[in-house]
């Protein structure tokens, strides 16, 4: 599988995750040996794979999944870096997503989470309950 | 230097640049040979090195310097990336920045700016002007 593709495919992962509440499968797609930060939208930095995993375990258990699809997924690759850029779309609203994946004994896991959107976006987002801090 | 410390300074140049307004040191912190991604707070993702430069020129050229420090920039290196995350403090908000740097030809160079914050952080960002589409 050329790497674009494969590096696509475990942003579909990430999302899948999402998109079905599954914990363990979020927990399985972060790296383990090198350091990790996600940016929810809207929130501060978490710095750490405890932090990280703790704030997805909020998210995952305790909301409904989220009504999004994923649009223009695209993949750049540096070496044993990938960098994902996408648009995640709510019925009324888009906010764009960064993911980075660094290659861990063969498979892309995720190092970076940055979502963000316009004051709208994130406005409406709000308006959803529970994914904003 | 150390890796972190000199991805660390890469990053204070970027701020250097933003908060002259020196869109010439801009141009030349930003990467040349691979892809490049730049998500402003609140706009779409800006795709392509000529996309991006022509939003720095007219954020920097037709604005004054913004009034921000940077601040808690911690680095973390993957072989030839760095991650580079930082703290934009302006007088009465903060946002949350990824600035991800490739090396090319011995220096760190840009390859993508995404910078966020709370809904709060934005709306009032949206009230300086024009650095909001």
Redesign the interface.
């Known amino acids: 599988m050329p790497e674009t593709e494969s590096a696509i495919a475990a942003n579909d992962a990430f999302y899948s995750a999402m998109l079905t509440c599954d914990f363990d499968l979020m927990d399985e797609l972060w790296a383990t040996g ?2 990790v ?1 996600c ?1 929810h ?5 978490l ?1 750490g794979r405890e932090a990280v995993m703790e704030s997805w375990k909020a998210i995952l258990l305790n909301n409904a999944p989220p009504n999004m699809t994923v649009h223009e997924a ?1 993949a ?1 690759i ?4 990938a ?1 994902v ?1 996408c ?1 995640e779309v709510f019925p009324d609203m ?1 906010l ?1 997503a ?1 993911n ?1 994946f ?1 290659r861990e004994e063969g498979e892309w896991k995720m ?2 989470h ?6 709208q976006s ?2 409406k987002l ?1 308006d959803q309950g529970g994914y ?2």
């Open positions: 090198v350091p930060n940016i939208p809207g929130w501060h930095n710095v695209t750049s540096y070496d044993d870096l960098v850029i648009s888009t764009v960064t980075v660094v190092i970076l940055q979502a963000g959107g316009s004051v994130l406005a709000g904003l801090q």
